[in-house]
Each structure stands twice: as C-alpha cells, then as structure tokens.
C-alpha cells in the first residue's frame, strides 16, 4: 500500500477540531463514564469513577452493564457506603460478582482499599492533592505515588510514597491496613502504575475525567494543570493515531503513550488529551475499525489525513 505524505499540522488541527465537536456527550454511550454521569457530588464521582475506570477492560458495552449493576447494588451514594463499608457485608453483598476474571474477592479487596483512602484522608481527591507536584514534567510520578498509597503497597516503592509525603509536611503513616502481597498483585493490574511500563490507559482515563475542564469531563480535580495529563492510550487510539502519522511505535505502553501526547500536544499544549474521547469514540462506535470499511472511510472526517487510505 502506498502511504500518504503526512498533512500538516494546521490541517490535522482543523480536523481533528471538528472531530470533538462531532463527538460530545450526546455520543457517549456505551462509555463507563456514562456510570459516573449518574452522580451528582463529586465525592460520587470520585469513587464512582475510580471503580468504573479500574474494571474499564473488554468491551464497552459489558463494561457499563457489570460495573453499572454493581454501583446500583451500592445505594444511592457509593462514597458513603463505602465510607462505612465492612468486608463481611461486602462479600455477602456481591456474592456472584464477575467481570472478566475479576470475582468477589478480588472486588471487596479493591473496595476495601477505597474505603481505607476515605477513613484516612477524606475523598480520593484529597489523597491525589497530597501525592501531585505540579513541578513535575508529567502526571505520571503522581499517579505512581497514588496508585502505590490506594493499593498500600509497602517495600521501596511504599517507602518512596511515605519520603514525598514527609517532604512537604504531611503525615507519613503506613497504611491502615496493608494488603498481602497476593491481593497487591491482584490489585495492580486494577490500578496499574506507569513505573511498571504500562500505558496505564484506565488510571489515566480515571485522570482525564477528575481533571480536564470541559465536557464530557467533570473537572473536579482543579488543583492538577490538565497539560499534565497522559492520554489514556486503548487498541482504538494506538490504531487510529498510527494511520494519523501520529505513532509510528507498535507497542501501547507508557512510552507510547507519553510520545503520543507530545505530538498532541504540538496541536493543543494546554490540553492534549482533549482529543482523546473523540478518536476513542471512532473506535469504539467502530466507525474505524481494524479491517476498514470503504463505506466508513469515505465518510470519516479524517479521510483526507489518514496516512492508509482505503480506495
């Protein structure tokens, strides 16, 4: 196949541009963060989208309808039932639970890790205040640092938690209560770390979703820069952003994704990631899929700066 001649950046701009306004919350279904939409506070939200953003592997569809049910199954505010969650309760309560290879135990430990976050410093947000440095290049020694302390994670990646915590005169107390190493394993893959090389595509949904300022995103988190942010790289944007010129790297990980939101960025520098809802919605709508369609791609409003044209 003969390869286009990458379009410039202006052009790929204005597409990409009409792309996001294409594309706004009236599109967003089946999304998990349709799940977190259901809440009104931002406590909700927090830890709606927490629980949505970590179970957010597989298809989309399935997504929202397992997580979905098991937010319903958490009353009407999942921030306070979890701010008084007991294990026991929890096991009998999703007792049948499963998503993929995730069941009950698996959930009630990730739930139970939560509520430990509540009980010690209020909200999520407030523990990703304590471990955000807006003096760093990017969010990702944060997000290590916040994925280390929900997981409770000890050895020297725990202890590094504790030394930034101490730096700026804050407490520095071990975990309430610590997990086994063998739940902490069944929980990283939960809440994955970009210290690991991963993408980390579902922590840093969960971050574009807290953060950026405008719909569909919610905005909480106002304390973090959203030029900050890593795109939450998934098959759908690693594929579309390659026929883009935009990625020339065959691995979805953590460099790729970081390489991806600096070409991003030459287009919006304050706020990269804007684009990401928008090429996802592509993928997931499969409006461009991984065997093209001539019919889809004679419609896209990408066509004239895709780099793999289908005639």
């Known amino acids: ?15 990409l541009d009409v792309l996001v306004e294409t594309f706004d919350v009236s599109t967003i279904e089946p999304d998990p963060l349709q799940l977190v939409l259901r809440y009104g506070h931002p406590l909700d939200q927090e830890v709606a989208g927490l629980i949505a953003a970590a179970f957010a592997y597989g298809r989309a569809d399935i997504i929202v309808s397992n997580i979905g049910a ?23 309560r999703f007792r049948g639970f499963s998503h993929r290879f995730h069941k009950t135990a698996e959930l009630v430990a990730f739930l139970e890790r939560i509520a430990s976050v509540i009980s010690e410093h209020g909200s999520l947000g407030e523990l990703f205040r304590i471990c955000y440095d807006a003096e760093e290049p990017d969010i990702g020694p944060s ?39 063998k739940t902490a ?31 569909p995103d919610l905005g909480l988190w106002d304390f973090v820069d959203p030029a900050k942010l890593v795109i939450p790289l998934d098959t759908h944007v690693h594929r579309i952003a390659t026929f883009l010129g935009l990625n020339d790297r065959k691995s979805a990980d953590w460099k790729t994704a970081r390489l991806l939101t ?50």
């Open 262 to 311: 600096d070409r991003l960025a030459r287009l919006d520098p304050a706020d990269p990631v804007r684009y990401d809802f928008a090429l996802c919605r592509l993928g997931i709508l499969d409006l461009c899929s991984r065997v093209r369609r001539k019919s889809n791609c004679d419609v896209c409003l990408l066509r004239d700066t895709c780099r793999f044209p289908v005639t």
């Open 143 to 181: 997000l290590d640092r916040f994925v280390n302390a929900v997981i409770g994670r000890s050895g020297s990646r725990g202890r590094e938690v504790s030394r930034f915590r101490g730096a700026r005169g804050l407490a520095t107390s071990r975990p309430r209560n610590p997990v086994p190493p």
């Open 1 to 15: 196949m003969r390869l286009r001649k990458p379009v410039s950046e202006d052009v790929l701009r204005e597409r």
């Open 185 to 215: 394993k069944t929980l990283e893959y939960l809440l994955s770390s970009p210290a690991d090389g991963s993408a980390c595509k579902r922590m840093n949904l969960y971050l574009r979703w807290m953060v950026r300022r405008s719909a």
């Open 70 to 92: 098991l937010l319903d199954s958490m009353g009407p505010s999942p921030f306070a039932y979890l701010a008084a969650f007991d294990a026991q309760e929890g096991g009998k």
